[in-house]
């Protein structure tokens, strides 16, 4: 089946720096990555969609200038947190999805716990 | 506004007694609907879905979901629950481009 990475799994930095999540699918090429983002005990939220070569797409009330999303290859998309601050930490999960007709349903990684002190 | 949603917060059942996670959607058109299970401080794990076809989907670990347009719902269940299956469960809909996440359920299957 399909697989998609994450990395790192868990990362911990000081407030005011910056950290970059990688999202990976393995063995399928994802012409679309989603980014989600999941509070303890709550739902996934997604934050924004990217196509690969062009802008992402970011849902109402996320910040673009604090989350980049790159997605440069149908393989590799990646979320770099900005001037992180402890209310960015959370739960960041990405999905991957291939090409329209090749299986609709979106396929996610483990997830990367974010903390910020 | 587009939406799912799982009323319960959680459902306890007992082992080999069957179980239902319900779920509702509100998606124009013709919904894609999805079960996702997660397990603590891990990512979802896709156990089925529904775009056409018949109502009645089986998925992985012998979990099945019946689409019920009338009712808008597409509510998860398993004949016999195992306690390996106690986790959370997400319902998930909409369309190609957008998936619209309920809540959550949480799942206790007790020995």
């Known amino acids: 089946g399909a697989v998609v990475s994450q990395h790192p799994s868990r990362v911990i930095c000081k407030s005011g720096t910056s950290v970059k999540i990688e999202c990976r699918s393995l063995d399928f090429q994802a012409t679309t990555m989603f980014w989600y983002r999941q509070f303890p005990k709550q739902s996934l939220m997604l934050m924004a969609t990217?196509?690969?070569?062009?802008?992402?797409?970011?849902e109402q009330g996320v910040e673009k200038d604090k989350f980049l999303i790159n997605h440069a290859s149908l393989t590799l998309s990646t979320l770099t947190v900005t001037s992180a601050h402890p209310e960015d930490s959370s739960f960041y999960i990405c999905s991957a999805r291939g090409l329209a007709g090749a299986g609709d349903e979106q396929f996610f990684g483990p997830g990367t716990r974010l903390t910020v002190l | 506004a587009q939406s799912v949603a799982q009323p319960e917060d959680q459902v306890n059942v007992a082992e080999g007694n069957p179980l239902t996670v319900k779920c509702t959607y509100s998606v124009s058109g013709n919904p894609y609907l999805f079960w996702y299970v997660q397990y603590p401080n891990r990512g979802l794990q896709f156990l089925l879905k529904y775009i056409t076809g018949d109502n009645l989907v089986k998925g992985s670990y012998g979990f099945e979901a019946e689409f019920n347009k009338s009712q808008t719902s597409f509510h998860l269940k398993k004949p016999s629950a195992l306690v390996s299956d106690s986790a959370l469960y997400f319902c998930?809909?909409?369309?190609?481009?957008?998936?619209?996440f309920g809540s959550g359920t949480k799942l206790n299957v007790k020995p």
């Open positions: 998930a809909g909409g369309n190609f481009n957008k998936f619209y």
């Open positions: 990217s196509n690969e070569g062009s802008k992402a797409t970011y």
